[in-house]
Nanobody, 126 residues
C-alpha cells in the first residue's frame, strides 16, 4: 500500500553535512508522524528525530542542535538535514511513517499502519 524510498546517504568527513530525504507513495489517506531512526553495528535501533503532521518535532539528545527534521506534506516527504556530523553518527538510517491508507478491498476502508523504508547508509570518517 505504501512505499518509503530514502535517499541522500553516503560518505562524509567529520564536520561535514548530509541531507536525507524520504518520499512516501501509495494509497495514502493521511500521514500522521514521520521520523528517522538509525542503527549502528552492535547497537539497538534508536529514534533520531520525529515530526508530526502539525510540525512539532522531537530529537534525540545526541543530535540536538546539529540535525533538523522537516516535512513537505503536499509531497509526503520528510527530510533530515545533518550538520556537524560525527563518527558516532555512522549508522543505517531508516525512514518511518505512521499513515492512514485506503485499502483496495471489495469495500474500501481506511486503516492505520506503521511503514519503514529500506534504510540508507551514513558513514562519517574521522
Amino acid at each position: 500500500q505504501v512505499h518509503l524510498v530514502e535517499s541522500g546517504g553516503g560518505l562524509v568527513q567529520a564536520g561535514g553535512s548530509l541531507r536525507l530525504s524520504c518520499a512516501a507513495s501509495g494509497s495514502i489517506f493521511r500521514i500522521n508522524a514521520m521520523g528517522w531512526y538509525r542503527q549502528a553495528p552492535g547497537k539497538q535501533r534508536e529514534l533520531v528525530a520525529a515530526i508530526t503532521s502539525g510540525g512539532s518535532t522531537n530529537y534525540a539528545d545526541s543530535v540536538k542542535g546539529r540535525f533538523t527534521i522537516s516535512r513537505d506534506n503536499a509531497k509526503n516527504t520528510v527530510y533530515l538535514q545533518m550538520n556537524s556530523l560525527k563518527p558516532e553518527d555512522t549508522a543505517v538510517y531508516y525512514c518511518n511513517a505512521d499513515a492512514l491508507v485506503i485499502t483496495k478491498a471489495a469495500m474500501p476502508e481506511i486503516k492505520e499502519f506503521d511503514y519503514w523504508g529500506q534504510g540508507t547508509q551514513v558513514t562519517v570518517s574521522s
